[in-house]
T-cell receptor
Framework: EDQVTQSPEALRLQEGESSSLNCSYT??????LFWYRQDPGKGPEFLFT???AGEEKEKERLKATLTKKESFLHITAPKPEDSATYLC??????????FGAGTQVVVTP | DAMVIQNPRYQVTQFGKPVTLSCSQT?????MYWYQQKSSQAPKLLFH???????NEADTPDNFQSRRPNTSFCFLDIRSPGLGDAAMYLC???????????????????FGPGTRLTVT
């Protein structure tokens, strides 16, 4: 069965304290892994697409990496404005985008 | 800027009173999706249009219907809202190709800001 699991569920960081979020997946024939940021009461905002193991993408303080079984979203020296829920998603065997439950990140000054 | 727009942002309806949510896009994407998202949960796909072809998820209640009159617009109709239908409704779009088989070329989905539906 296709599954996407994110950990931890919640993460509380001090400003400047780097950390990583994990997204593990079980899907045959990966056709893209996507990271989104979602602020409360808003729609998910697209961050990155990763297609193959070894691929990396960066945007400001965020860096996404991909292996054959999981992806990591590294947050380097986070700021309070990085507080959000981070969602990862993969296309499953039926061509449907399957989301993980998300990691809620809170960055305190 | 190219974007996905949803109206209204907030909708209050009464139990059993039909409601329509709208979505428009300026991205010229061929696929449009409707998701339901409840508090602290992942978005749940209700249905999607691949061009004009409508695809309903097996577990989407009959109470939910959709229309796509043209490439740019898509509507979600809830015929008789119940209290359990209170949620955030998200519209998304993507550019996809079926060349080489179903969904062999998959691209990121772009989401609108959502419509928060309250049922009283």
């Amino acid at each position: 069965e296709d599954q996407v699991t994110q950990s931890p569920e919640a993460l509380r960081l001090q400003e400047g304290e780097s950390s990583s979020l994990n997204c593990s997946y079980t899907v045959s024939g990966l056709r893209g892994l996507f990271w989104y940021r979602q602020d409360p009461g808003k729609g998910p905002e697209f961050l990155f697409t990763l297609y193959s193991a070894g691929e990396e993408k960066e945007k400001e303080r965020l860096k996404a990496t991909l292996t054959k079984k999981e992806s990591f979203l590294h947050i380097t020296a986070p700021k309070p404005e990085d507080s959000a829920t981070y969602l990862c998603a993969v296309y499953d065997s039926w061509g449907k985008l399957q989301f993980g439950a998300g990691t809620q990140v809170v960055v305190t000054p | 800027d190219a974007m996905v727009i949803q109206n209204p942002r907030y909708q209050v309806t009464q139990f059993g009173k039909p409601v329509t949510l709208s979505c428009s896009q300026t991205l010229n994407h061929n696929v449009m999706y409707w998701y339901q998202q409840k508090s602290s949960q992942a978005p749940k796909l209700l249905f999607h249009y691949y061009d004009k072809d409508f695809n309903n998820e097996a577990d989407t209640p009959d109470n939910f219907q959709s229309r796509r009159p043209n490439t740019s617009f898509c509507f979600l109709d809830i015929r008789s809202p119940g209290l359990g239908d209170a949620a955030m409704y998200l519209c998304a779009t993507s550019r996809e190709s079926m060349a080489g088989g179903p969904f062999t070329q998959t691209y990121e989905q772009y989401f609108g800001p959502g419509t928060r539906l309250t049922v009283t």
